[in-house]
C-alpha cells in the first residue's frame, strides 16, 4: 500500500499570504496524485488531479507541481473561504489512498 | 447541478448488517465509476470501494473484503453498499462519490455523507 505523508499538519497564515503544502509519496506514483479541500461539516472537493491539473471550476490560485514521490500544492494569496483542511490522494496504485491531511488556519 | 445523496446509515451492534443507498441525479449515471469513501471522526478520508459502470467488476480496501459488497442498479440510478460482520472501527461517515470526468479514480463530486455508527 502507498503510504502519503502531509506535512506541515498545521499551517497558521493570514488572508493574503500564500499556502504550500506537501505530501510525500512511499513510492514513485508518477503524476497520479490529487488534492481535495474539505471543510468542516462538508465533504472533499476536488482540487487538482494528476499532479497539476486545476478540476472544474477551481480557482487559478490553486496549483499543483510534482512528480514521483514529491508533491505540492500552493494556494496563493488565501481568501477566507480556503482555510480548510487539505489531503492528498493517490490513484497510482490499488488501494487508493489519502494522506493524513494538512490544516489551513488562520493565524 | 450533479447530485449524490446517501441513506441508511445509523447504529448497528457489532457483527450487524447495514445497507447503504447513494441515489444519483442530474448525470448519466450508468456512464461512471462509482466509489465509496469513508471517514471516521477527526480523522482522513479512506476509501472503501469502487465499482465498474455497468457493475460487473468491483474492487475492495482489503479492510472491508469478504464484509462488503457494492452494487449498483443503472435503472434506478443507485449505489448500494451492502455491509455484513460491521466491527467499531466501521464506524465512519460513509460518501458516495463518482468517478470523475478526469479519470474513473478521482472522486468528483461527493455526496454529503450518511453515519454509520457501530456499537453495543
Known amino acids: 500500500e502507498i503510504v502519503l505523508t502531509q506535512s506541515p499538519a498545521t499551517l497558521s497564515l493570514s488572508p493574503g499570504e500564500s499556502a504550500t503544502l506537501s505530501c510525500r509519496a512511499s513510492?514513485?506514483?508518477?503524476?497520479?496524485l490529487g488534492w481535495y479541500q474539505q471543510k468542516p461539516g462538508q465533504a472533499p472537493r476536488l482540487l487538482i488531479y494528476d499532479a497539476s491539473n486545476r478540476a472544474t471550476g477551481i480557482p487559478a490560485r490553486f496549483s499543483g507541481s510534482g512528480s514521483g514521490t514529491d508533491f505540492t500544492l500552493t494556494i496563493s494569496n488565501l481568501e477566507p473561504e480556503d482555510f480548510a483542511v487539505y489531503y492528498c490522494q493517490q490513484r497510482g496504485q490499488w488501494p487508493l489512498t489519502f494522506g493524513g491531511g494538512t490544516k489551513v488556519e488562520t493565524k | 447541478e450533479v447530485q449524490l445523496v446517501e441513506s441508511g446509515g445509523g447504529l448497528v451492534q457489532p457483527g450487524g448488517s447495514l445497507r447503504l443507498s447513494c441515489a444519483a441525479s442530474?448525470?448519466?449515471?450508468?456512464?461512471?465509476?462509482m466509489h465509496w469513501v469513508r471517514q471516521a471522526p477527526g480523522k482522513g478520508p479512506v476509501w472503501v470501494s469502487r465499482?465498474?459502470?455497468?457493475?460487473?467488476?468491483?474492487v475492495y480496501a482489503d479492510s472491508v473484503k469478504g464484509r462488503f459488497t457494492i452494487s449498483r442498479d443503472n435503472a434506478k440510478n443507485t449505489l448500494y453498499l451492502q455491509m455484513n460482520s460491521l466491527r467499531a472501527e466501521d464506524t465512519a461517515v460513509y460518501y458516495c462519490?463518482?468517478?470523475?470526468?478526469?479519470?474513473?479514480?478521482?472522486?468528483?463530486?461527493w455526496g454529503q455523507g450518511t453515519l454509520v455508527t457501530v456499537s453495543s
Open positions: 465499482v465498474s459502470t455497468d457493475g460487473s467488476s468491483a
Open positions: 442530474e448525470f448519466t449515471f450508468s456512464s461512471f465509476f
Open positions: 513510492q514513485s506514483i508518477t503524476r497520479f
Open positions: 462519490a463518482r468517478g470523475a470526468d478526469s479519470g474513473a479514480n478521482w472522486f468528483d463530486p
